[in-house]
C-alpha cells in the first residue's frame, strides 16, 4: 500500500508557475505510476499527467500538454508536477495518485492523496 501528501498548492496570477509535489511512502513506490488529476469546483475529476514507474513513459491532457510536466524521482519517493503559464481554468484542487499501470482515466487509480489546491487569479 502507498500512502501520498501533496503539497506545493497556492494562489498565483495568470501565466505564472507552480511547482506540485507529492510525497510517497509505503511499499512498492517505484513499481506504480504515478499521475496527476484535478477537480474543479463543480467538476468532475479529471485526468491531468500520468507517468510511468521508471519515467520512461509520461502522458498529458491536451489541455496542460506544452505548459505542465510531470517527473518522478524514485530514489527520494517524490513525483513533481511543474506547471507554467499558468490559466484561471487551472483552478482546481490537485490530486496525486498511483496505479499499477499508466492510465488517463481517474477512476483507475488505487491510491490517492488529500489533494492541494491551485488557485489562479489576479
Known amino acids: 500500500q502507498v500512502q501520498l501528501v501533496e503539497s506545493g498548492g497556492g494562489l498565483v496570477q495568470p501565466g505564472g508557475s507552480l511547482r506540485l509535489s507529492c510525497a510517497a511512502s509505503g511499499r512498492g513506490f517505484s513499481s506504480y505510476a504515478m499521475g496527476w488529476l484535478r477537480q474543479a469546483r463543480g467538476k468532475e475529476r479529471e485526468f491531468v499527467a500520468a507517468?510511468?514507474?521508471?519515467?520512461?513513459?509520461?502522458y498529458y491532457a491536451d489541455s496542460v500538454k506544452g505548459r505542465f510536466t510531470i517527473s518522478r524521482d524514485n530514489a527520494k519517493g517524490m513525483v513533481y508536477l511543474r506547471m507554467k503559464e499558468l490559466k484561471r481554468e487551472d483552478t482546481a484542487t490537485y490530486y496525486c495518485a498511483a496505479s499499477v499501470v499508466a492510465v488517463t482515466t481517474a477512476d483507475k487509480y488505487d491510491y490517492w492523496g488529500q489533494g492541494t489546491v491551485v488557485t489562479v487569479s489576479s
Open positions: 507517468i510511468s514507474y521508471n519515467g520512461g513513459t509520461t
